[in-house]
């Protein structure tokens, strides 16, 4: 019982001190129609969702790139109202930064993301009196 406890507690820790921000790298917010954020995790990897609220139909370049450089995912997206899913496996990209770069065809404009992940294991001993 106490290792469940202990073993909940732990991965309820891990959960909670996954720190992934996502900054936005132009300073206007409210005229912005791409949305970026962290829907949920699955088996500790992030999933997050990028939210394109364009009322007219356009075409957008989305780009998601390691700290190195190395892209990770390229695609070519038209519509309107668009809303993507990503899941990027940490396989060797723990505690790195990912960056999301979306650019829209029509006016040319691009808009830059940051998604920062770090994590932190901590071991705690509990001293209780029988």
């Not at 970026?36 to 075409?59: H, M, R, Y």
């Not at 060797?92 to 990912?98: E, K």
């Amino acid at each position: 019982m106490k290792k469940a406890i202990l073993s909940l507690a732990m991965s309820l820790f891990f959960v909670v001190s996954l720190n992934l921000t996502a900054a936005a790298n132009d300073d206007d917010k409210k005229t912005s129609a791409i949305e970026v954020k962290v829907i949920s995790t699955d088996s500790e990897q992030p999933i997050f969702q990028l939210d394109l609220n364009n009322k007219e139909v356009e075409e957008f370049y989305v780009t998601i790139k390691d700290n190195y450089g190395n892209t990770l995912y390229a695609d070519k997206i038209k519509g309107s109202n668009i809303s993507k899913k990503f899941k990027i496996t940490s396989d060797g990209l723990a505690d790195q930064s990912i960056r999301i770069e979306v650019r829209s065809k029509k006016t040319n404009k691009s808009e830059v993301y940051t998604i920062n992940r770090s994590s932190k294991y901590v071991q705690e001993t509990v001293v209780s009196k029988l």
